[in-house]
């Protein structure tokens, strides 16, 4: 039997608008100012539409990293972009970009090309499933059968991936409907899309709230993404201040707060810092906001859970989105809503202004002392570079405004404790799915949405050599970005497993020295240095980021002496966390 | 045990999503009936498992644009 394998394949004519030549007008009409892809046949038309258009087609060199840079854009931008890809191997390329920012709450449109409806289910050429293994991965995913559904589709895609909580989108649209000629009706997709916008906080549950927190002898506040998404840094640090409460922070919650706020401890959890450990696992009253529990942050939830329906701790917990509440955790009290609109609400509720508990936070302090401390001494021993004074290398190099990515692995959890961020939403790496190949591509598409800013991708050996095929684009597009490589030719966060939690069976983490990274670079047409003291890399690094240039820093790491610490094992407790050589200190508070 | 009834549009991926959510959840999916009015599928399903657990699926199947309405209740209403 013979299929007709979909249609014609025409152009655009003047006297017939496509569907596709519809949806590319939608497009403008939200905003949409770059589509990020790669072309194949099932998407070719949608890409048609495109041409001459006021719209920017920016051509990746694999679709993950297309995808990723959706994440950039959308992180730095606060708005989605559209991704489009081809149906079969484009389609399945997207999936762990958009199992990324379903974990991190990031919004973007992914437009998948998909076969003709007449040849679905035969096998045809790139025909693959793609809404059934997005599924549970997208916040919505909608397979367009029907000409006059497919702006409406695009239309509830882009508004469901920033309403409440964001999160990806997928549209699948098979080539026929693409080269429809357009209806010039819209057909209504059912769904319920006003569920997503968040309700009031309940007045009774801010007032129970603010009760707890004045209360509070060791307050503290948790911050997660969804402040940074909401937009209630003022408000954290109002309360902050006014409840001298420390904060602490999730991993995407570290962009949240500029660190040099005199009570933000920094993030908690496997490879958080000790002080910001010793306040989540030390407090008698947590305030979690925009926050999921993750146990990463966490370690193990059994301690706090027991404190909580103890009564021991209050643990309130404020989010956008209904189903985190009690997830983990069942909180003493939890609200539902927009953590702006809820923490300016809390404030007006407190009307006691507690005392500040100086031994308590002299307590914190020190412990971050004592990390500094111990922090600079293993770092001034080590003959090479140390992942810790090399990022406060960088940190002097970049200005404050650094819109700072990284990669997956060590050089990440050394940024995670060691890194500072001034200005929220400067710090962007992929937390909750912890994908290699990350940093290239997020870098690209925040400089794309930012082109003012200077962009600092710290990304590692192996992180790097998953996408960095995208680098092209730095100059096909003008996208100048720093990426400093920390260089250990090792998968080190699992060899530091391997190391201390398989008896050091080092087994598939090891790299050989191949390839020259230096290289690489002059193959992308981008400078590149290998420096060997860390005035060497403050200077290239702090010139590139002044001139707006691009530059490649390959940074040499002793993969023997790259362990992470502070780092809480998986499964263990906060207090449990293993400190470095000479931070003699316990992460559990006496009162006496 | 509990019953937990939706309504979705009449559309296999709105359903092939709910059934994407329901096996996640650690509950036991006791039994399960779809059932096609007009423009709509109107699932129920029969759930035991910790109230906690029961509450988990509610709320993920509530985050689904496609589901229209949610009830949850006690088992013995009829069906």
């Not at chain 1, 549209?171 to 309700?199: G, V």
């Not at chain 1, 904060?247 to 000790?274: C, E, N, Q, W």
């Not at chain 1, 609400?345 to 308590?360: E, R, S, T």
Request: with cysteine.
């Amino acid at each position: 039997m013979l299929f007709n394998v979909g249609g014609s394949f025409g152009a655009h004519t003047r006297d017939s608008k496509r569907v596709v030549d519809k949806l590319a007008e939608t497009f403008k009409t939200y905003g949409v100012k770059h589509v990020l892809g790669i072309p194949g046949g099932s998407i070719m038309s949608l890409y048609d539409a495109l041409y001459g258009q006021d719209i920017d087609v920016v051509l990746f060199r694999h679709e993950q990293g297309a995808i990723h840079a959706a994440e950039g854009y959308a992180r730095v931008a606060g708005r989605p972009v559209v991704v489009a890809a081809t149906s079969g191997p484009g389609a399945a390329n997207l999936v762990t970009g958009l199992a990324d920012a379903y974990m991190d709450s990031t919004p973007l449109v992914a437009i998948t090309g998909q076969v003709a409806t007449n040849i679905f289910g035969r096998d045809g050429f790139q025909e693959t499933d793609i809404p059934g293994i997005v599924t549970p991965i997208t916040k919505f995913v909608y397979q367009v059968r029907r000409p006059a559904e497919a702006t409406a589709a695009f239309k509830a895609a882009y508004e469901i991936s920033v309403l409440g909580r964001p999160g990806p989108t997928l549209i699948d649209l098979p080539r026929d409907i693409q080269l429809n000629a357009a209806p010039d009706y819209e057909e209504r997709i059912q769904i319920n899309k006003e569920k997503f916008i968040p309700p009031p906080p309940d007045p009774e549950k801010l007032r129970l709230a603010a009760k707890h927190l004045v209360e509070a002898n060791r307050p503290v506040i948790l911050v997660g993404g969804g402040v940074i998404w909401s937009g209630a840094t003022p408000e954290v640090l109002e309360l902050s201040k006014t409840l001298y409460a420390p904060i602490v922070s999730t991993l995407p919650g570290k962009a949240a707060v500029p660190h040099d706020f005199p009570l933000y401890m920094g993030p908690a959890g496997m490879h958080g810092r000790a002080e910001a450990d010793a306040a989540l696992a030390n407090a008698d009253v947590i305030l979690a906001v925009g926050t999921r529990f993750s146990d990463r942050t966490w370690g193990r939830f059994k301690e706090l859970q027991d404190a909580v329906r103890s009564g021991r701790v209050k643990l309130i917990h404020v989010d956008i989105d209904q189903s985190e509440i009690g997830k983990n955790v069942k909180p003493t009290v939890g609200i539902v809503g927009d953590a702006k609109e809820a923490l300016r609400k809390l404030i007006d509720f407190l009307d006691v202004v507690p005392k500040a508990n100086q031994k308590y936070l002299g307590w914190l302090q020190e412990i971050r002392k004592r990390y500094e401390e111990a922090m600079a001494k293993i770092a001034d021993s080590t003959p090479s570079f140390h992942p810790w004074k090399a990022l406060k290398a960088l940190r002097r190099a970049a200005p404050r405004d650094t819109i700072t990515v990284t990669g997956v692995g060590s050089h990440q959890m050394w940024t995670e404790i060691a890194w500072d961020v001034y200005e929220p939403g400067t710090y962007i790496t992929s937390a909750g799915l912890g994908t290699m190949g990350f940093c290239v591509p997020a870098a690209l598409g925040a400089k794309l949405a930012a082109r003012d800013k200077p962009v600092l991708c710290i990304d590692g050996d192996g992180s790097f050599q998953m996408t960095m095929n995208n680098l092209a684009l730095v100059r096909d597009y003008d996208l100048p970005i720093v990426v400093a490589i920390f260089d250990n030719r090792a998968l080190q966060l699992v060899k530091q497993w391997q190391i201390y939690l398989y008896q050091r069976r080092i087994i598939a983490t090891e790299f050989s020295q191949r390839p020259d990274f230096l290289k690489i670079a002059e193959a992308y047409d981008i400078d590149a240095v290998k420096p060997e003291t860390y005035e060497q890399l403050e200077s290239a690094v702090a010139r590139a980021l002044r001139n707006n240039e691009p530059l490649i820093v390959d940074l040499t790491i002793n993969s023997e002496i790259d362990i992470v610490l502070p780092w809480v094992k998986p499964g263990d407790w906060l207090t449990s966390a293993v400190l470095p050589e000479g931070m003699d200190v316990k992460l559990v508070y006496e009162e006496n | 045990m509990r019953r937990i009834s939706i309504s979705t549009p009449k559309s296999l991926d709105a359903l092939g999503r709910v059934i994407a959510i329901t096996r996640r959840a650690k509950v036991q999916l006791v039994d399960m009936v779809v059932a096609s009015e007009d423009s709509m599928y109107r699932v129920h399903m029969k759930v035991e498992g910790p109230h906690d657990e029961v509450q988990w699926l509610v709320a993920k199947l509530d985050k689904l644009p496609e589901v229209l309405r949610i009830d949850e209740g006690d088992i013995d209403i009829n069906y």
